[in-house]
């Protein structure tokens, strides 16, 4: 039913009260409705026009009632409606009404047609059918021009505030170079990552801030442009804050869809890290990683979402929030890269154990360059020589750093010291050394003689060489943690994953290549190659092997990213479809999560502490054209 709240009309001198109305509650029998005039003069289009886009009101299926007439039954068919179009039937009041009438029929037709007969009382002869077509009448008639209205309410380019709004084509025009000015000054903030408002912004200002001092700046070197500019209406310069971002989330939007239309459907992986912004706002960063359709590796910044809780279960939620805002599904994944913090490995709740559990293909891979710091790391921290020798170094760097004249002084020195070199030569390291301590007085440690540890009674110890001590205790020792460490963060499911994919390294002639273990690396991807695929498989690396090995094009590469490349600009891809399939998985896995890392660098760049307050749509719409290669092309 509809909201009936009275509105009072102030404008009209009686007073009079309008109905309040809600178009989705606008009733669709005839028998239910309030009459046009009933509501207020400004809103009787609105009403037609949803009307007029719904149709009549006639049911078919419903069972209509009798009504008898001289002792006789007569009632309402459905096949009345048919070349009435202006015919309605009300179940409420089980009459019929006419459509147009209603809309737009006058209170001075009289009795014409039947008078207000089929506009608020309803036609209820069922024994007169007649009268249904009397009731249409001439060309002239009041249902004939009641037709003709609605015909032209619907046509919006005949409507008069279609007529209002109608420009020229000079006016387009204007329009069009405004605009594109615009959106190129737009552009060459956003790819420069720089402010668009200024402090002051007014006309008399000396620095308005660099969006309008660029735009003027092209106006005056652009004679069309700044006619355009100058003769510009004061409601439509296109250079208010809110224009801005619309344009900025306009490009943003459209650089997501060139990614997507790169993709075109495929495979690939996430490369996900966290971040805090300067308003200590937890971001996190998504980037996508796949082949293009020339084989070419894309790896393309796709969001940063604000995460309130960085648990996994909150980070995959916004994960799969912003892949289906882009269409994109979890079961395309076939690779999760991260650095390896608790809540993004954990093995029992981690982030890459939630989406393994959904997608056993999306393999999770550490980073590498991430892998070999915290190798670093903890060599550091469970050796007890490299922590004392990091210490020093720290304090070397602390005493120098802290002064600038002790800073100029070891630059000048390192300065003549490779002056030096170059022009006599490099000795080596040890005559180097040898010299530095006959320099100074200090003694030359004879590897031979019995080491001793300072501070300690030689008494029951056991006697080693210094050569045994620094090779086995101190060298042997630091390569043995790291090893460690090394396969500690490599699982033996991943060591065997990409112990396969080297076999598809095209150095030296294909000279790694395995059969057994490239069919075995299929078997990773059950999804990918089914029963059938893995005996087709075994047939295409027979042949695939041989031909690339006899090709001239193919024996001087150097990568699997260069053997994509060639295999597609020679469309041997298509010859050989699974093998192909086979590398596009193994360039897919994430190998490092640097272009992650660069996202945050222009993050901290683009919301700094004079921009503070920068909101995380404004952000995330500013960061999307910076990490595609193509928004503004």
């Not at 459907?265 to 996430?270: A, L, M, R, T």
């Not at 093995?347 to 670093?376: M, P, R, W």
């Not at 005493?399 to 003549?416: E, H, I, N, P, Y």
Request: proline content about 2%.
């Amino acid at each position: 039913m509809q909201d009936s709240s009275p509105v009072q009309d102030s404008s009209s001198s009686s007073k009079r009260i309008h109905v309040d109305f809600n178009l989705e509650n606008l009733p669709s029998d005839p028998g239910l409705r309030q009459k046009i005039s009933s509501y207020h003069p400004n809103n009787h289009d609105e009403i037609r026009r949803h009307y007029l886009t719904k149709g009549p009101c006639q049911p078919v299926l419903h069972e209509f009632p009798a009504s008898y007439f001289s002792e006789k039954p007569h009632r309402f068919r459905s096949d009345w409606y048919i070349g009435g179009k202006w015919l309605e039937y009300s179940i409420e009041k089980d009459a019929t009404f006419c459509f147009y009438c209603y809309l737009f029929g006058r209170q001075d037709v009289g009795k014409q047609g039947g008078g207000d007969t089929f506009v608020t009382k309803g036609f209820k002869l069922w024994n007169q059918v007649a009268k249904l077509e009397s009731h249409v009448g001439g060309v002239n008639s009041a249902h004939s021009q009641a037709v003709k209205k609605g015909e032209d309410l619907l046509k919006e380019k005949q409507h008069i505030q279609s007529v209002f709004v109608k420009q020229s084509n000079k006016d387009k025009h204007d329009y069009w170079v405004q605009l594109n000015a615009i959106v190129d000054c737009i552009r060459f903030l956003l790819c420069g990552r720089l402010a668009f408002r200024g402090h002051d912004e007014s006309q008399g200002s000396s620095d308005k801030g660099n969006f309008l001092e660029l735009v003027q700046f092209l106006g005056d070197h652009n004679e069309s442009i700044n006619e355009v500019l100058q003769t510009a209406p004061k409601n439509c310069k296109l250079t208010h804050p809110d224009i801005q971002k619309d344009i900025v989330n306009a490009i943003a939007r459209e650089t997501s869809k060139a990614i997507i239309k790169d993709l075109d459907n495929g495979f690939f992986s996430i490369l996900v890290d966290e971040s805090r912004d300067i308003s200590v706002k937890e971001q996190m960063s998504i980037v996508l990683r796949y082949v293009n359709k020339k084989g070419i590796i894309i790896e393309q910044f796709l969001g940063i979402v604000y995460v309130a809780s960085t648990t996994a279960l909150s980070l995959k939620c916004a994960i799969e929030c912003l892949l289906c805002e882009h269409n994109l599904s979890l079961s395309n994944l076939r690779g999760q890269g991260y650095d390896g913090a608790s809540n993004m490995q954990g093995d029992i709740n981690g982030l890459k154990t939630l989406i393994l559990k959904e997608n056993k293909s999306a393999f999770y891979v550490h980073c590498f360059a991430h892998q070999l710091q915290l190798t670093l790391v903890a060599v550091a921290k469970n050796h007890i020589n490299i922590v004392e020798f990091f210490y020093v170094v720290s304090n070397l760097v602390t005493v120098v750093g802290s002064s600038c004249k002790r800073r100029d002084a070891l630059r000048d020195a390192q300065f003549a010291k490779i002056k030096e070199n170059l022009e006599n030569g490099v000795s080596s390291l040890l005559t180097e050394v040898s010299s530095f301590c006959a320099t100074h007085d200090i003694s030359i440690l004879n590897m031979d003689e019995t080491f001793v540890v300072s501070g300690r009674s030689r008494r029951n110890t056991q006697q080693k060489t210094n050569l045994h001590h620094y090779r086995v205790e101190l060298f042997y020792t630091v390569i043995d943690i790291q090893l460690q460490e090394l396969n500690n963060r490599f699982s033996e499911s991943n060591t065997d994953l990409l112990l396969c994919m080297a076999c598809l390294n095209p150095s030296n002639s294909f000279v790694a290549f395995d059969k057994e273990k490239l069919i075995h690396l299929a078997k990773f991807y059950p999804f990918d190659f089914l029963g059938t695929d893995i005996l087709a498989l075994d047939s295409q690396l027979q042949n695939y092997i041989f031909d690339m090995r006899s090709n001239d094009f193919f024996l001087e590469l150097q990568g699997v990213s260069e053997l994509a490349e060639k295999l597609v600009s020679t469309r041997k891809h298509e010859t050989y479809p699974l093998v192909y399939l086979l590398v596009k998985l193994a360039l897919t896995l994430p190998v490092a999560t640097a272009t992650v890392e660069r996202s945050f660098s222009a993050m901290e760049y683009i919301k700094n502490e004079l921009r503070n307050r920068m909101g995380d749509q404004w952000m995330n719409d500013y960061l999307s054209p910076n990490g595609a290669n193509f928004v503004t092309q």
